[in-house]
């Protein structure tokens, strides 16, 4: 597990080392400068052209360094430079002052006449940015993006990126490798900061784990650190001993599929079981269960009447009540349709579910049809909308909640006391006590029909198998994405199929073919 920090917690961190624990600023700023010259010269021989973009900040500090590092190693270096020098801060103009001293060419940008440019180090602006790039700026970031080279290197977030939300603040300068100090931001995790960042390099500059902590403290409530999984992290996954059954490892039940539309019901099904579940029960319409045990003969198919639904209402409410103490987790909502029938199904299971219950698909729709609904909400409710859903849930458009997703999904599972998984390239899920985590695995190759099917199986069975809902959810989005690399490594970008997406979590958590 690694921590992903907003602009502000970066501050915070910055200010605590300097003035609390006593590192210099210059330390700091020189060990950053250092990662980000090592980063060129990994990629670039001596010799090469580098241009060196600041702002007037200590980014602008940070770049300054560099070039001037690679300049005394034999490069051909030029500082540019953009912004008012009477708002400079103390450590930009010392480390030009140096620069000049030494001989390496500073000039302003507007009297600069393009040359040769083989490497940029983009040292604009840095975490601090809080508004859109207009002006002489905006102008400097559109004629760097114009000039060709070789290799952009960022210094600690890609200029124009919101250093939060990931937001284009305008333009931006896109990066080949971003060397980030300390810890990696929220905005070069999260679309569309993440393909601006390309590789992002934490530099380890020397700020100590406290101020970290401190720095945490110091948030409003429901403003803690963000995190993200990594390979280290699959010893999370439920382990399963040498004496046990099929009991052992949990019972999920699969509360989906409607009149002749079984596939969401079998890809849920599936993904359960190859996530480790002992038993998988589909509960679905009478017409779908030929074709279910067709295709999934190791579930149990548990069938009903529609007309039942509503013309024997207590009578369902007692079939229901059995079939949720049954279950170690609830799958509510793939394929459901959206019949009236399924206005009193959704309630029904929410009342009588006792364990986990991921919310998905048409049980979101019929909440967001029905927002009195969410009365049914408790602190075991996962729900897994993508944004089309989430946008019907909460009225806002799907613009609007892409401006912030992170706050989105923190937002909403504050308000409920629920855990979100908000679904987008990048999917962001939190829970109902605050934390945040971001997913940095999977790829546009599970951008495909089933996909999010898969992945409530796979939340459903870590669930059963005795993860807490907020953990399970956490985890269970970063092996969907695990699997779905895993599958565009050997079979490439394009004929990904939820089925296939469903295997392949099978030797995601195994352990095989990962990294």
Known sequence: MRSLVTGEQMKAVDRYTIEEIGIP????????ACCVADEVKKRVQKGAFVWAACGTGNNGADAVAAARMLFLDGY???????????????????QRSIAEKLGIPVVEWTDFIPGRCQVLIDGVFGVGLSRDVEGDYREFLEMLTRQERELTVAVDIPSGIHSDTGRVMGTALKADVTVTFGWEKRGTVLYPGRDFAGQVVIGDIGFPQLSLKKAAQEQEEGKSLAFTYGPGDLRLIPQRPAYSNK??????LIVAGSVNMSGAAYLSAKAAYRCGAGLVKILTPEANRQILQSQLPEAIISTYDIRSVEEEPEAFSRFLDKQCVWADAVVLGPGLGTEPYVRNLVPGVLSSACSAIILDADGLNTIAANPEMTRYYTDNVIITPHMGEMARLTGQ???ELQENIAEAASGYARRYGITCVLKD????????????????SGNSAMAKAGSGDVLTGAIAALCAQGMEPAEGAFLGVYLHGLAGDLLRRQSGSYGLLAGELADALGKVMGGTEMF
């Open 25 to 32: 600023s210059l330390v700091l700023q020189e060990r950053a």
């Open 76 to 94: 051909c270096v030029t500082v540019l430079l953009c912004g008012n020098r009477d708002r400079e801060t103390e450590e930009c103009r010392l």
């Open 397 to 399: 458009t799907i613009g």
């Open 425 to 440: 390239a990048a999917t962001a899920a939190a829970d109902r006590e605050g934390r945040l985590y971001l997913n940095t």
């Open 247 to 252: 009991g052992t490892f949990g019972h999920v």
